[in-house]
């Protein structure tokens, strides 16, 4: 339960390395890690989490922008905007309608979000300030339609882990 503030230098399957504010690096293997996110300016949080957590599910912002995958144990997928989450089942907003999915019948469940932004990105966002609606690049992210990574949050195949993730930085 440490948690750790520093810049991602690699990113493997097997690892991730970060350079933290003293300059010092330290990698970190994948089966150690509970969650990984970044806090920048463009959608951030949740990039990876090492555990099966309806707490996390929970936590899925009610935005209009983000998407969510259900995939049932029978085998069904569906995709959309959370629109409500209980202790018992989730309400997805599908193609106009709300669809509710009881958590007894769900296998996974995936956050769709933007991939985060390089640190050359960042750095360009933070110099073009009101300039930025210049650069298509941000477009995209802007309109959330940029390119976007999944992040399961849900497994029902393992173990739930519903703790919730409270740690002092190290």
Not at 66 to 75: A, E, F, M, Y
Request: aromatic share 10%; with cysteine.
């Amino acid at each position: 339960m440490k948690c750790y503030n520093g810049k991602l230098l690699n990113l493997t399957e097997q690892s991730l390395t970060l350079r933290l504010e003293d300059f010092s690096s330290l990698r970190i293997e994948r089966k150690d890690i509970l969650r990984f996110g970044d806090y920048g300016t463009m959608g951030g949080h949740i990039v990876y989490s090492g555990r099966s957590s309806w707490v996390d599910v929970k936590e899925i912002p009610l935005d209009l922008k983000h998407n969510t995958r259900v995939l049932t144990k029978s085998g069904v997928k569906h995709e959309g905007r959370v629109s409500k989450v209980t202790d018992s089942e989730i309400t997805l907003k599908e193609r106009g309608r709300e669809t509710v999915i009881v958590k007894s019948e769900i296998a996974r469940i995936y956050f769709d979000r933007l991939r985060p932004l390089s640190d050359n990105d960042e750095y360009l966002l933070d110099e073009l300030a009101y300039f930025v609606i210049f650069d298509s690049k941000f477009w995209s992210y802007e309109m959330n339609a940029g390119p976007k990574i999944p992040v399961l949050l849900y497994d029902s195949t393992e173990a739930e882990d519903d703790v919730p993730l409270r740690c002092g930085i190290h």
